[in-house]
């Protein structure tokens, strides 16, 4: 439930509301702005007689949420978050930022070289898998703390932040030390023990990939656990849903941007990479994603992909990746955006 205080409201009165719901056993989300006091009741409300708030002298309106999901709804934060990596801002108006790397690291020197390349070609992030979820227990599974090492040399040679996933509660202190925005994968999005340690152990941002075949609000729900249990620094990331659709290794839903938009105050980038599987579509849906209004792209860079340990495919050579953000500069400046 959505209680808006009138402007000229005292402080006194409207103490004692917040310290009467408190004793109701609400938990209270107050959210001030320029224009604006909203006070949140997070519990079951259906006892609560709304018409009994709004007889309240300071009270505005009150609406009820049929929504589940709170911390992140835009009616109990009004303004986009922006979440800072590094001085590097993401969501609202910003840069839209554009994130680049292999889909595995591959070694050192090798992580180093695509580092400096995505960054002469305008990535403002390194992504790189150093521990990787594979459908086959037999496919190269990734570096582990080598790999993570071998991007903090990256970073330090380049300055680039560095993007990894997350796998295991277990790795959670090794990447608070190391990685800059920290990525929870497809596979992962309802590991709900997963989502609730990464809200309570580590301050980073925190990536969160739509699962396979989740809904809209499903992964909502999961970015929920992960502010619920104290880390709100959430980037939202659509990589494609699984369809029947065999000509792109996944479907990319591209109407998530303008309902994430709507719904949530979260930034949102998108994966084309992952969502069609395919090199030759990337530029289009990243293009495509710009002009929907998205925050960011993360896209797989490799400088010989049909060599990649994995997912090559899907890989930009590092020429085209500066050429597709050349291509995507101009759309954001037409949506009002820059890169």
Not at 63 to 86: G, L, M, Q, W
Not at 198 to 203: H, N, S
Not at 208 to 222: D, F, P, V
Not at 235 to 257: A, H, M, P, Q, W
Request: hydrophobic share 40%.
């Amino acid at each position: 439930m959505i209680i808006t205080l009138k402007n000229d409201a005292p402080q006194r009165l409207i103490q004692q509301l917040v310290d009467e719901f408190k004793s109701q056993g609400f938990e209270i989300h107050d959210s001030v702005g320029k224009n604006y006091h909203i006070i949140g009741l997070i519990g079951d409300t259906t006892n609560v007689d709304e018409r009994q708030i709004k007889a309240n002298l300071i009270v505005e309106n009150v609406t009820r949420i049929a929504s589940p999901y709170k911390k992140s709804n835009r009616f109990f934060h009004p303004e986009d978050s922006i979440i800072d990596v590094n001085g590097i801002k993401i969501g609202g108006k910003e840069k839209i930022v554009v994130i680049g790397g292999p889909c595995s690291v591959e070694g050192l020197d090798h992580i180093c070289s695509i580092a400096q390349q995505v960054k002469d070609a305008g990535a403002v992030m390194l992504r790189g898998g150093a521990y990787k979820p594979r459908t086959s227990p037999y496919a190269f599974q990734g570096l582990e703390t080598e790999g993570i090492l071998d991007m903090v040399e990256a970073r330090n040679r380049t300055g680039l932040p560095i993007v990894s996933e997350l796998m295991d509660s277990d790795q959670i202190d090794e990447f608070e030390k190391y990685v800059d925005v920290i990525q929870i994968g497809a596979r992962n999005m309802q590991n709900f023990t997963l989502l609730k340690a990464v809200g309570k152990r580590t301050t980073k941002p925190i990536l969160l990939k739509r699962g396979l075949a989740n809904t809209i609000e499903e992964w909502i729900m999961s970015a929920e656990y992960i502010m619920a249990n104290g880390n709100e620094k959430v980037i939202l990331c659509e990589r494609g849903i699984r369809t029947f659709e065999k000509y792109t290794r996944n479907t990319l839903d591209l109407s998530v941007i303008p309902i994430i938009k709507e719904k949530t105050h979260l930034p949102i980038i998108i994966d084309p990479s992952h969502a069609t599987g395919n090199w030759k579509y990337i530029e289009s849906m990243s293009l495509a994603a710009v002009a929907a209004g998205a925050d960011g792209l993360i896209i797989e860079v490799h400088d010989r992909p049909e060599c990649a340990w994995s997912d090559g495919a899907q890989c930009l050579k590092p020429a085209k990746f500066a050429e597709l953000i050349k291509k995507a500069r101009a759309i954001a400046q037409v949506v009002g955006r820059d890169i």
